[in-house]
């Protein structure tokens, strides 16, 4: 059944730490394990870095545990200056502004991913998506969407249909439509639907592209020749099976959202279903596979006996 996706206010954290400029790095390194990036200033005799992250025990946890690092600097004869971490919930409306400044045109094979307010114009051959993630995760800047982009010229042919779960900003939903396909997007996160639906819209792909709120393959009726998945590993076993059954033969699973040490699990997942591995692409310690189910005839035996 389809939901209306409706935006629900959700709390953010800002993590600020004031540090010294010799500890700035050691710093920093700690709070990209807690946020995806974070703004420096300079202050007098010494550095601000800002982090902002999702609320949450968490989050909460983590800046203590930057907290105790940089104290910890000492030991390694690095002085952290005034080491404070101060950690406040701000309006979702501020974190918004502040992201603004961060986000820059960037390329992903053949994809220009721009902002709204940049315009950056696209080379030859390329493919503009327009994203404004706002709360939701993907810039396309994280590896694991990355690692999609790169896969989805790959296997989605023109007039295709294809199921993005976890849509998150929309993302992978509106490059697959770009690319010619007709796409079901599904988010648990109702926020994340409204996201994406906003930038369904600036790309100019609504007839294309319908976003449902729901369990992963929960709402994609009948079969589609291609899903796309950035979650974790653990959610990309247990959608597995359901994956199984909305796939047309032939099609093509792009699973990411792994770490190195997580891809077995998902591989055995896959292959005891009868999904081929085909492809490992890697970024980092960051991994997705696209796998096959084969079409119908001797490889298909062959999967089912293997
Ligand atoms: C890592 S983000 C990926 C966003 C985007 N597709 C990308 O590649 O950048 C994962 C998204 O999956 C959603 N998600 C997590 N579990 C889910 C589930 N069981 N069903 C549907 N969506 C889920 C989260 O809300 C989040 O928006």
């Known amino acids: 059944m389809k939901r209306r996706a409706r935006a629900r206010p959700r709390a953010w954290l800002e993590v600020s730490v004031h540090t010294s400029v010799e500890a700035s790095e050691a710093a920093g390194a700690a709070l990209l394990e807690l ?49 404070e971490v101060e950690v406040r919930r701000v309006q979702v409306r501020s974190w918004a502004s502040a ?97 994406a639906q906003a930038n369904v819209r600036a790309n100019q792909v609504g007839g294309r592209v319908r976003v449902f709120a729901g369990d992963l393959l929960q709402p994609v009726r009948g079969r589609v020749d291609v899903v796309v998945m950035n979650i974790t590993a653990e959610v990309l076993v247990r959608a597995a099976p359901q994956v199984r059954k909305r796939l047309r033969p032939g099609g093509a699973w792009v699973a990411s959202g792994m770490v190195d040490g997580t891809v077995d699990a998902v591989l055995r997942a896959a292959q005891k279903l009868g999904l081929v591995a085909e492809r490992v692409l890697a970024d980092g310690e960051w991994r997705a596979v696209v796998f096959r189910l084969p079409a119908e005839g001797r490889g298909a035996a062959a999967a089912r006996a293997g």
């Open 35 to 83: 946020a995806k990036g974070f703004a420096e200033e300079h202050t007098q005799g010494g550095v601000r870095l800002v982090a902002h992250v999702p609320d949450g025990s968490v989050a909460r946890c983590c800046a203590e545990a930057v907290r105790q690092r940089l104290h910890g600097l000492r030991r390694f004869g690095l002085d952290p200056g005034p080491a």
């Open 99 to 195: 992201y603004r400044r961060h986000f820059r045109p960037f390329r992903v094979g053949r994809f220009l991913i721009r902002p709204p307010w940049s315009r950056r114009r696209a080379r030859p051959g390329e493919t503009v998506l327009v994203m404004n993630p706002g709360m939701a995760f993907g810039t396309g800047l994280h590896e694991s969407t990355r690692l999609c982009l790169r896969a989805l010229p790959e296997v989605v042919r023109r007039g295709a249909r294809v199921a993005d779960v976890g849509t998150g900003s929309g993302i992978l939903a509106v490059a697959a439509a770009k690319l010619g396909a007709r796409v079901v997007a599904v988010d648990c996160d109702r926020l994340a639907c409204s996201v």
